[in-house]
């Protein structure tokens, strides 16, 4: 099973700041099988980047992924005020269990 | 437009079993291949429960292995959970999903998620 650590726990920037969320494997897999999901209160994940880099249908392009192996990251360039919320990276269509981070909480500072 | 709609009891006595459906609306079940549940305690992240194929076959992860059960019925476009033995810890809310390519392009949809709580 992949263990998926997220960092920081919490992110405490202000609009118009850029953000940097990190999810590091236990070990190495295919960068075409991560993705990072945003949740709000109250709602169910919305899917954001999947294959690591591809942006999801609709997503503004100021959210961007990267990496590879077992280091993948999350950039919000430029925060709005509806990019405060609690995000997610998941390893998911290959071997499964499709194991979930804990989460980064984006907060407003 | 696919939708997804979780029921079930929101109220479980510890040591009984879980059940939940997910309706399918709006297109085949057995136009996706693979459904799935994931969880999320209040408060808390997100667990990955398993996945269903519309043939059956299922994935479930390890931590909940023995006490998961899923299932599909073409018929009524729907699949279901079940989880037996359940206890505090088992309180979350649970969302039924489903990931696909189109072309080249993964698409997912998520049910509303409904609060299971287990409590005497």
């Known amino acids: 099973e992949i263990v998926l650590t997220q960092s920081p726990g919490t992110l405490s920037l202000s609009p118009g700041e850029r953000a940097t969320l990190s999810c590091r494997a236990s070990?190495?897999?295919?960068?075409?099988?991560l993705a990072w999901y945003q949740q709000k209160p109250g709602q169910a994940p919305r899917l954001l980047i999947y294959?690591?880099?591809s942006r999801a249908t609709g997503i503004p392009d100021r959210f961007s992924g990267s990496g590879s192996g077992t280091d993948f990251t999350l950039t919000i360039s430029r925060l709005e005020p509806e990019d405060f919320a609690v995000y997610y990276c998941?390893?998911?269509?290959?071997?499964?269990?499709?194991?979930f981070g804990q989460g980064t909480k984006l907060e407003i500072k | 437009q696919v939708q997804l709609q979780e029921s079930g009891p929101g109220l479980v006595k510890p040591s009984g079993t879980l059940s939940l459906t997910c309706v399918v609306s709006?297109?085949?079940?057995?136009?996706?291949?693979?459904w799935t549940w994931v969880r999320q305690p209040p408060g808390k992240g997100l667990e990955w429960i398993g996945e269903?194929?519309?043939?059956?076959?299922?994935n479930y992860n390890p931590s909940l292995k023995s006490r998961v059960t899923m299932s599909v019925d073409k018929w009524k476009n729907q699949f279901s959970l079940k989880l037996s033995s359940v206890t505090a810890a088992d309180t979350a809310v649970y969302y039924c999903?489903?990931?696909?390519?189109?072309?080249?392009?993964?698409?997912?949809?998520w049910g509303q998620g409904t609060l299971v709580t287990v409590s005497s």
């Open positions: 269903i194929h519309h043939s059956g076959s299922t």
């Open positions: 070990q190495s897999f295919s960068s075409s099988y």
């Open positions: 998941q390893q998911y269509g290959s071997s499964p269990p499709y194991t």
């Open positions: 294959g690591a880099s």
């Open positions: 709006g297109g085949s079940i057995s136009s996706t291949n693979w």
């Open positions: 999903a489903r990931q696909y390519y189109d072309s080249s392009v993964l698409i997912d949809d």
